[in-house]
């Protein structure tokens, strides 16, 4: 299983041209706002999320340990252009990289998709002979050639992104030469969903089929629109032992191994947190192995999990950098996760639940039939 955390695709945008792309994804999404567009998930509490799942349709997908991008497909002077958008809103222009429309010949393609703009994750998988390959995985969909679909369902959404974006992808890649084909910089592949109380499936049969890492289980709400900025109606579960919380590192003593972990306050504030558990060996092994002193992790997130018992005072165990991020988790983020584990489901008993999440979906279902077949017989003459 990988474990790597892929690269970006491309050249870095300079800062004159950032503007001007945050600018039309700002207008192009109607947020108005040139700050990065993507929804984020809430965290998982048995208390508010098995009656959220009990009430409403959601769908469930295994949650990839990439890096969250959007991909951007813009059309200039002729030419299409591929941008990654990351979470610290970041734009990379990608080459060899154009997404051709559905209506054009996959062996020669004229058309491109401009003013797409997709929801991703980007992921290492490591065939059975060792193989390293760099995938898309698309989960969402806000823009379709300057059409906005952000308030439909999410099985629409879901099948826009399948049939207008991956496919024809997919065709014009089978047509490449094999010399054009590594140029790619990656392939494509569609995340699977079943639906919420098909939990079981996803962790027994979804998730042992994967080449890349998983580390647990989204919940998306399928009636709710795409909401850019934190999402009450998308759902992260992970195990209680694996939640995690992103924080900045500041060292105060390295050769003592006096580390502190700072919580982001919003802006540029931060405060005090917690300190990093950390071993005199750690740096010769595991998540830190390469790290020559302590003083490389100044200024750096890390991604830390509690364990109290790891190298006491100290409460909270480094799992990897996410230099991906401009930020640790804000404050409020931080004090919803600590809540959702003490308030979390083991995998048993989140399985265990779903029986009465399909007995309350199916129900919904009828009642939705009975409904439309007393409608078309009140309509009858």
């Given at each position: 299983?990988?474990?790597?955390?892929?690269?970006?695709?491309?050249?870095?945008v300079p800062q004159h041209a950032r503007q001007a792309l945050q600018q039309l994804v700002g207008e192009l999404t109607g947020t108005n706002r040139t700050t990065f567009p993507g929804s984020?998930?809430?965290?998982?509490?048995?208390?508010t999320s098995i009656p959220e799942l009990l009430g409403s349709n959601y769908l469930v997908c295994e949650k990839s340990d990439g890096v969250r991008v959007l991909v951007l497909m813009l059309?200039?002077?002729?030419?299409?252009?591929?941008?990654?958008?990351?979470?610290?809103?970041?734009?990379?222009?990608?080459?060899?990289?154009?997404?051709?429309?559905?209506?054009?010949?996959?062996?020669?393609?004229?058309?491109?998709?401009?003013?797409?703009?997709?929801?991703?994750?980007?992921?290492?998988?490591?065939?059975?002979?060792?193989?390293?390959?760099?995938?898309?995985?698309?989960?969402?969909?806000?823009?379709?050639?300057?059409?906005?679909?952000?308030?439909?369902?999410?099985?629409?959404?879901?099948?826009?992104?399948?049939?207008?974006?991956?496919?024809?992808?997919?065709?014009?890649?089978?047509?490449?030469?094999?010399?054009?084909?590594?140029?790619?910089?990656?392939?494509?592949?569609?995340?699977?969903?079943?639906?919420?109380?098909?939990?079981?499936?996803?962790?027994?049969?979804?998730?042992?089929?994967?080449?890349?890492?998983?580390?647990?289980?989204?919940?998306?709400?399928?009636?709710?629109?795409?909401?850019?900025?934190?999402?009450?109606?998308?759902?992260?579960?992970?195990?209680?032992?694996?939640?995690?919380?992103?924080?900045?590192?500041?060292?105060?003593?390295?050769?003592?191994?006096?580390?502190?972990?700072?919580?982001?306050?919003?802006?540029?504030?931060?405060?005090?947190?917690?300190?990093?558990?950390?071993?005199?060996?750690?740096?010769?092994?595991?998540?830190?192995?390469?790290?020559?002193?302590?003083?490389?992790?100044?200024?750096?997130?890390?991604?830390?999990?509690?364990?109290?018992?790891y190298a006491p005072p100290a409460q909270w165990r480094f799992m990897r950098f996410r230099d991906d991020k401009p930020h640790g988790n804000h404050i409020s983020i931080v004090h919803k996760?600590?809540?959702?584990?003490?308030?979390?489901?083991?995998?048993?008993?989140?399985?265990?639940?779903?029986?009465?999440?399909?007995?309350?979906?199916?129900?919904?279902?009828?009642?939705?039939?009975?409904?439309?077949?007393?409608?078309?017989?009140?309509?009858?003459?």
């Amino acid at each position: 299983m990988a474990g790597d955390i892929p690269t970006i695709p491309g050249e870095l945008v300079p800062q004159h041209a950032r503007q001007a792309l945050q600018q039309l994804v700002g207008e192009l999404t109607g947020t108005n706002r040139t700050t990065f567009p993507g929804s984020q998930p809430v965290s998982f509490t048995k208390s508010t999320s098995i009656p959220e799942l009990l009430g409403s349709n959601y769908l469930v997908c295994e949650k990839s340990d990439g890096v969250r991008v959007l991909v951007l497909m813009l059309v200039a002077e002729g030419r299409p252009q591929t941008f990654f958008i990351t979470r610290k809103n970041e734009y990379y222009l990608a080459p060899f990289c154009a997404f051709p429309t559905p209506d054009t010949d996959p062996q020669r393609p004229t058309k491109f998709h401009d003013r797409t703009l997709i929801d991703a994750e980007l992921v290492i998988d490591i065939d059975k002979y060792g193989r390293a390959e760099r995938k898309l995985l698309g989960f969402d969909a806000l823009l379709i050639n300057n059409w906005n679909c952000m308030s439909f369902i999410l099985e629409k959404r879901l099948g826009y992104l399948r049939d207008h974006v991956f496919k024809p992808f997919e065709r014009m890649c089978r047509h490449l030469t094999p010399e054009q084909l590594q140029r790619v910089p990656f392939s494509v592949e569609m995340k699977v969903f079943e639906r919420s109380y098909g939990v079981s499936k996803v962790q027994y049969e979804t998730i042992p089929r994967l080449l890349h890492k998983s580390d647990g289980l989204i919940f998306t709400s399928v009636l709710s629109p795409y909401t850019p900025g934190t999402c009450e109606k998308i759902i992260k579960w992970k195990p209680a032992s694996e939640n995690s919380i992103d924080f900045k590192i500041h060292v105060v003593d390295a050769n003592a191994l006096d580390v502190r972990l700072l919580v982001w306050q919003g802006g540029y504030n931060y405060t005090e947190f917690g300190r990093l558990a950390i071993r005199p060996n750690d740096f010769n092994r595991g998540a830190l192995a390469g790290i020559r002193s302590a003083h490389e992790l100044e200024g750096r997130i890390g991604e830390t999990v509690y364990d109290p018992e790891y190298a006491p005072p100290a409460q909270w165990r480094f799992m990897r950098f996410r230099d991906d991020k401009p930020h640790g988790n804000h404050i409020s983020i931080v004090h919803k996760i600590i809540e959702s584990m003490g308030d979390n489901m083991e995998l048993p008993e989140l399985i265990e639940s779903m029986a009465a999440v399909r007995t309350a979906w199916k129900e919904r279902e009828a009642a939705a039939s009975e409904a439309m077949v007393e409608a078309k017989v009140a309509a009858m003459p």
